[in-house]
């Protein structure tokens, strides 16, 4: 409708209270809950006529743990929208494991990229990892940002550009990444196409 043309998403914290009754109704993700015990992470949308007055939806699009900087667009070959979140690699827990750690989380996984798809902008399933760290990539490597988009005139041609946080030395660079259908990614020869100068000098760093 003209009063949501514009749309944009975002993480923020969702009321207790609120989940109770969504979790009866709507899958969620366990980590959710887990890296901040009594606060339940989740990622929410956002409509403008204008682009300029925003309006947040009630109820999250998906109930996860995504960090800033999430990004969403509408796929005009698939008819839908996608979200691309800010995820972890975390493998399942046996059932019936405790949790050990308040923020085991934190330092047992790694930064991610997840990919989610919905014709309705108000219900997503949970997002799956398509972009994880690699064995060529040093294990403080992380994933952080999906800068995505398509080459002009091309949309079947998917581009990504994440930055990757070189942890070791509290560095960065951006590689590029392709793909044919947004899902399955691939790093291109010659990446990374970006990074700062050497430690040291005044735009240096992450």
């Avoid at 914290?13 to 992470?41: C, I, N, T, W």
């Avoid at 999430?70 to 698939?78: E, G, H, P, S, W």
């Avoid at 999906?146 to 030395?169: K, S």
Wanted: glycine share 6%; net charge negative.
């Amino acid at each position: 409708s003209p009063e949501e043309r514009y749309k944009a998403v975002n993480n923020s914290d969702y009321d207790p209270k609120s989940f109770e009754a969504f979790k009866k109704r709507r899958p969620f993700s366990q980590m959710a809950l887990e890296p901040d015990p009594g606060r339940v992470h989740a990622v929410f949308g956002f409509t403008s006529p204008d682009g300029f007055h925003w309006k947040q939806i009630a109820e999250p699009l998906c109930v996860e743990v995504s960090d800033t900087a999430i990004t969403a667009y509408y796929d005009a070959t698939l008819k839908k929208y996608v979200i691309y979140t800010r995820t972890y690699m975390v493998p399942p827990r046996a059932e019936g494991q405790p949790l050990r750690h308040e923020r085991w989380h934190q330092f047992a996984t790694r930064r991610a990229i997840g990919r989610t798809e919905s014709d309705n902008f108000r219900e997503f399933p949970l997002s799956q990892v398509v972009v994880e760290s690699g064995p060529d990539m040093a294990p403080t490597d992380t994933w952080y940002t999906a800068c995505y988009t398509t080459i002009p005139g091309m949309p079947e041609g998917h581009l990504m550009f994440p930055w990757r946080y070189t942890q070791a030395n509290d560095g960065t660079q951006i590689d590029l990444l392709t793909s044919v259908e947004g899902k399955v990614w691939h790093r291109m020869p010659g990446s990374p196409v970006f990074q700062p100068p050497p430690f040291g000098q005044f735009d240096s760093g992450c």
